[in-house]
């Protein structure tokens, strides 16, 4: 089992994230069924998939936050589930619908995320007013973060991620209830983090959004990936939307819903 995070024999890095064979089942339910996925270091990576596909679940077991049945998950060659400090070190999370610790205040809440990591309190103080800058959140900085709204509580959460400059960076739904000039400052700052070495790995359901800003893409349903590659591979002369479609189905008539017509 290796735990370098050196280049290996053949000169090439090693995947930001390796997935061999991943599943989880809950009581008869296979959330997730034989996963396989590389995501390429330095790549912008979309996971998307319809309600259900498995993407938060195959998320917390790469990221250590849930153990999974079978499989293997490296970070930058770091197997996740047999080094997990070492592992966790190099990612940032922006888990989907986890509890933070919402009697903090905002500043308070991206501070302790940078203390936690061991880093120094002058570099924290710092870092931590760039990403209340960055994030619009400075105002609020004072306020717990049990009073912030749905978007605040992200892009805060999001701060949490950021602060210790992880090389890998995975955001379950990170747009989520985010406004538009809000989502754009995350894009540029996910963007140039990007450019300057490091990988992002977010699932959403915005098409749009991941066609225009990731490099790559998987698409996963009932548990199984159905295509991952570049995104112009993966959606070919189609949109991203009209091959998700494509690949997922299940558009389903309305024409049978006549009671909600109201004339
Ligand atoms: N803790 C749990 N106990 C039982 N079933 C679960 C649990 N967590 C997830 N599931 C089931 O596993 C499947 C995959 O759920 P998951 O949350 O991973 O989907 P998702 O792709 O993230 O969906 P969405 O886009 O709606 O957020 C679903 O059928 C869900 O009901």
């Given at each position: 089992?290796?735990?370098?995070i050196?280049?290996?024999?053949?000169?090439?890095?090693?995947?930001?994230?390796?997935i061999?064979?991943?599943?989880?089942?809950f009581g008869?339910?296979i959330?997730?069924?034989?996963i396989?996925?590389?995501?390429?270091?330095g790549?912008?990576y979309g996971?998307v998939?319809?309600?259900?596909?498995?993407?938060?679940?195959?998320?917390?077991?790469?990221?250590?936050l849930?153990?999974?049945?079978?499989?293997?998950?490296?970070?930058?060659?770091?197997?996740?589930?047999?080094?997990?400090?070492?592992?966790?070190?190099?990612?940032?999370?922006?888990?989907?619908?986890?509890r933070?610790?919402?009697?903090?205040?905002g500043?308070?809440?991206v501070?302790?995320?940078?203390?936690?990591?061991?880093?120094?309190?002058?570099?924290?103080?710092?870092?931590?007013?760039?990403?209340?800058?960055?994030?619009?959140?400075?105002?609020?900085?004072?306020?717990?973060?049990?009073?912030?709204?749905?978007?605040?509580?992200?892009?805060?959460?999001?701060?949490?991620?950021?602060?210790?400059?992880?090389?890998?960076?995975?955001l379950?739904?990170?747009?989520?209830?985010?406004?538009?000039?809000?989502a754009?400052?995350?894009?540029?700052?996910?963007?140039?983090?990007?450019?300057?070495?490091?990988t992002?790995?977010?699932?959403?359901?915005?098409?749009?959004?991941?066609?225009?800003?990731?490099?790559?893409?998987a698409?996963?349903?009932?548990?199984r990936?159905?295509?991952?590659?570049?995104?112009d591979?993966?959606?070919?002369?189609?949109?991203?939307?009209?091959?998700?479609?494509?690949?997922?189905?299940?558009?389903?008539?309305?024409?049978?819903?006549?009671?909600?017509?109201?004339?």
């Amino acid at each position: 089992m290796t735990t370098s995070i050196a280049p290996s024999a053949d000169g090439a890095r090693p995947p930001a994230l390796s997935i061999r064979g991943l599943v989880k089942r809950f009581g008869e339910k296979i959330a997730v069924d034989n996963i396989h996925l590389d995501v390429p270091a330095g790549s912008f990576y979309g996971l998307v998939g319809p309600n259900g596909a498995g993407k938060t679940t195959s998320l917390s077991m790469a990221t250590g936050l849930l153990r999974p049945d079978h499989g293997q998950v490296t970070v930058h060659g770091v197997d996740v589930w047999q080094h997990p400090l070492e592992a966790k070190k190099l990612m940032g999370l922006l888990p989907d619908g986890v509890r933070l610790f919402d009697r903090l205040s905002g500043e308070q809440l991206v501070s302790y995320a940078g203390l936690l990591r061991g880093m120094d309190k002058d570099t924290v103080a710092e870092r931590v007013k760039d990403l209340l800058a960055a994030l619009d959140l400075t105002k609020d900085a004072g306020t717990l973060v049990v009073d912030y709204s749905a978007g605040m509580t992200k892009k805060i959460a999001l701060a949490a991620a950021l602060i210790h400059a992880p090389r890998l960076l995975v955001l379950d739904e990170p747009f989520e209830s985010v406004d538009p000039v809000s989502a754009a400052n995350i894009r540029d700052i996910l963007q140039d983090y990007v450019k300057s070495g490091g990988t992002v790995i977010v699932s959403s359901h915005v098409m749009d959004l991941v066609q225009r800003m990731c490099d790559h893409v998987a698409v996963i349903a009932a548990g199984r990936v159905l295509a991952a590659g570049t995104v112009d591979e993966v959606r070919g002369e189609m949109s991203l939307e009209d091959k998700f479609v494509e690949l997922v189905g299940g558009r389903n008539q309305t024409a049978g819903l006549q009671w909600l017509r109201t004339s």
